[in-house]
């Protein structure tokens, strides 16, 4: 049996497979804390308290002395600092945070081409910028910095003590030079980090350290076993769904959102803010655009309104189409097609009798609308593909899946079990590394348990146009005072 570790954003999840059919599952919740106004954090111990909780769950199904191998999958961009004894010198700053908005400017104008590079334009989102706003802002805390890891690969220290990551995690640093899946030194040196931190890069199935006796003490896991590098969660979504193949897709729906696309070469396009980062896999690549909000607006408005996310959308469906109104859904800026770290969301066109169901609706119709905007950020790139799977939390409302269908035009499919994602994944790179799949068995679809055909709806397209139209009327006026 094979676990895959999934380190979200809203909670940790663990599966074990046999590399295909999922035998248990567990997942244990995280919080986000926001100390300041643009910042996202949390603690490494939280992270690791959850995987323990997870493990304990998953060992009151099934003893966990019949796991063989343990594949990693996590949030990607995130700064987990580690002083020279590998201690941990602050909270860790997630991908949702902007306070390094100041510093991407800063790294764009000292490396025009980093584009290029990196395969994606700088945003506060990633790695790079954090460490110059860390130097900027926290000089102490940057004097004593000696390594530096990713959610994922901190948690990987905890388990086998090894400091590494894998490519596809990598890639969401900017540290990488893409084309060459190698650090590229000019670019730490650009924003502020000594490239003698950077963990050693590894493919996503290679083994790259061994559960020791002190975490095996803490989890229950029987010590030695192999942990494979695994990847970061659109990689590791990616390979649960046999994407590792030229011309594959998926759109992915957690509490980010995430529109993927499969290749066999590296082709940057910076200008749309669409990422060409290195796949898990060698030789590899994906395209892939990135909504910052993804599904997290429905359990945004689930909390605002004293439900849960389920009623969020049952509402939605009983709302009247007509009497709609507009929402944008930038709770945190947003990335892929904008690359706009100030908008945030709001509505539009409320009534008098503008009631609960027409918020729900809204609030999914902007989830719906921010995929119909990255698919048209890819051009025709993504014309020649026969569907897009799904997967996620939100991939469970069917309602949900058609409104995406019909707002982007793309045929979407669910497999069963598609909410398991990344953290099978993860588990399936296990299996490979250990050699109970090959590299082309990675490439293996699941069957498709759900089709969602799109639909032409007049409604919704002009509804559609009105979204983008309030984006660029309300853009200047987010933007910070000169």
């Known amino acids: 049996m094979f676990l895959g570790i999934d380190i979200g954003t809203s909670a940790v999840k663990v599966i074990c497979t046999d590399g295909t059919a999922i035998h248990a599952t567990a997942t244990a919740d995280l919080t986000v804390q926001s100390p300041h106004q643009g910042w996202s954090e949390q603690t490494t111990d939280a992270w690791w308290m959850a995987t323990r909780a997870a493990l304990a769950e998953i060992a009151e199904t099934m003893p966990l002395s019949g796991v063989t191998g343990i594949g990693l999958s996590g949030q990607m961009h995130g700064a987990v600092l580690l002083d020279s004894a590998r ?18 400017a800063r790294l764009q104008a000292a490396l025009p081409e980093i584009g290029t590079i990196a395969g994606v334009l700088p945003l506060p989102g990633f790695t790079a910028p954090k460490l110059m706003w860390v130097s900027r802002e926290e000089p102490d805390v940057h004097a004593r910095i000696a390594h530096i890891l990713l959610p994922k690969d901190y948690i990987g220290l905890r388990l086998h003590g090894e400091l590494a990551t894998d490519r596809s995690d990598a890639a969401g640093t900017l540290w990488l030079d893409q084309a060459t899946r190698d650090w590229s030194h000019v670019v730490a040196e650009a924003s502020d980090t000594d490239p003698g931190w950077l963990p050693r890069l590894a493919d996503g199935h290679e083994v790259v350290g061994q559960v020791t006796a002190a975490a095996a003490a803490e989890t229950g896991l029987p010590a030695g076993i192999p942990v494979v590098a695994g990847g970061g969660d659109a990689a590791t979504g990616a390979v649960s769904l046999g994407a590792t193949e030229p011309g594959r897709g998926f759109i992915s729906l957690g509490t980010s959102g995430q529109l993927f696309v499969a290749g066999d070469a590296y082709h940057p396009n910076p200008a749309k803010y669409v990422h060409a980062f290195a796949h898990t896999v060698p030789g590899r690549w994906y395209q892939m655009a990135a909504m910052l909000n993804g599904a997290r607006p429905i359990a945004w408005l689930a909390g605002q309104l004293g439900i849960s996310a389920g009623d969020v959308v049952a509402l939605a469906e009983s709302a009247d189409p007509a009497r709609v109104p507009t929402f944008l859904p930038y709770l945190t800026g947003e990335r892929s097609p904008h690359g706009d770290p100030h908008i945030r969301a709001g509505f539009f066109g409320l009534e008098d009798s503008t009631d609960r169901a027409a918020l729900c609706r809204a609030v999914l119709e902007a989830v719906a609308f921010t995929f119909a905007d990255a698919v048209e950020s890819f051009g025709d790139t993504i014309a020649d593909l026969p569907h897009l799977a799904a997967i996620g939390g939100g991939s469970k409302s069917p309602f949900l899946l058609q409104l995406i269908a019909n707002a ?75």
């Open 408 to 482: 982007t035009g793309q045929r979407i499919g669910r497999t069963a079990g598609s909410d398991a994602g990344p953290a099978m994944g993860a588990a399936r790179l296990a299996a490979c590394g250990l050699g109970a799949l090959s590299l082309s068995d990675l490439g293996q679809q699941p069957d498709v348990a759900d089709w969602f055909e799109p639909a032409p709806v007049h409604d919704l397209s002009d509804r559609l146009q009105t979204y983008r139209a309030l984006y660029i009327a309300l853009k200047p006026l987010s933007q910070p005072s000169k």
């Open 87 to 104: 201690e941990v010198l602050r909270p860790a700053i997630l991908w949702n945070d902007s306070r390094s908005t100041e510093d991407c």
